[in-house]
C-alpha cells in the first residue's frame, strides 16, 4: 500500500510602504490617520473594527481592517492581530472601533478584549500603544483615560 503524504508550504510575504511619515505621539495623531481609512458613511451605521500597526519609531507602517459587524458588535480575534504584527515586523498597534450610537463609554466587552491583546502582546513583545473608541465627531483612549 502506498500512500503519499503532502504538506504545504507556507509562505509569508510582505511588501512595506510607510503610510505617513508622521511619528504617533499622542491618541489625537493616530485619529488624524485613521479617519482617513475610515469610511464615514457607515461610521453611524456598524461596527468596524482596524489595527494601526507600528515601528520601532511609532511610524505607522500599515493598517489592517480585522471586522465589520452589526448596529452594537464586531468580532475580534486577538490571534488574527498579532499574526498580522508578526508578519509585517510590527512593534506596537493600536486597536480602533467605533460606536455606531455615538456611546463613547467602553463596554464590558471591550475591557475584556482589551485585556486579553494587552496579555497576549506582552508574550509576544510587542506594545500595545492604544485602544480607541471613534464616533463622527470625537474620540476615546484607553490610554488618556489610564485604562490601559
Known amino acids: 500500500m502506498n500512500t503519499e503524504t503532502t504538506?504545504?508550504?507556507?509562505?509569508?510575504?510582505?511588501?512595506?510602504?510607510?503610510?505617513?511619515e508622521t511619528k504617533l505621539t499622542i491618541s489625537s495623531d493616530v485619529v488624524e490617520?485613521?479617519?482617513?481609512?475610515?469610511?464615514?458613511?457607515?461610521?453611524?451605521?456598524?461596527?468596524?473594527?482596524?489595527?494601526?500597526?507600528?515601528?520601532?519609531?511609532?511610524?505607522?507602517?500599515?493598517?489592517?481592517?480585522?471586522?465589520?459587524?452589526?448596529?452594537?458588535?464586531?468580532?475580534?480575534?486577538?490571534?488574527?492581530?498579532?499574526s498580522v504584527a508578526l508578519k509585517c515586523l510590527a512593534t506596537g498597534l493600536i486597536l480602533v472601533h467605533n460606536h455606531p450610537g455615538g456611546n463613547l463609554n467602553p463596554s464590558s466587552a471591550d475591557i475584556s478584549i482589551v485585556k486579553k491583546l494587552k496579555t497576549a502582546c506582552k508574550l509576544l513583545d510587542i506594545s500595545?500603544?492604544?485602544?480607541?473608541i471613534i464616533t463622527?465627531?470625537?474620540?476615546?483612549s484607553f490610554n488618556d483615560e489610564g485604562l490601559l
Open 136 to 140: 463622527k465627531e470625537s474620540y476615546t
Open 33 to 82: 490617520i485613521i479617519r482617513t481609512i475610515w469610511d464615514n458613511g457607515i461610521i453611524e451605521m456598524q461596527e468596524e473594527v482596524k489595527v494601526l500597526f507600528v515601528n520601532s519609531s511609532n511610524t505607522v507602517i500599515g493598517f489592517y481592517s480585522l471586522s465589520k459587524g452589526g448596529i452594537t458588535s464586531s468580532l475580534v480575534d486577538i490571534r488574527l492581530i498579532l
Open 7 to 20: 504538506v504545504s508550504e507556507i509562505q509569508v510575504t510582505y511588501h512595506p510602504s510607510k503610510m505617513s
Open 128 to 132: 500595545f500603544l492604544d485602544s480607541i
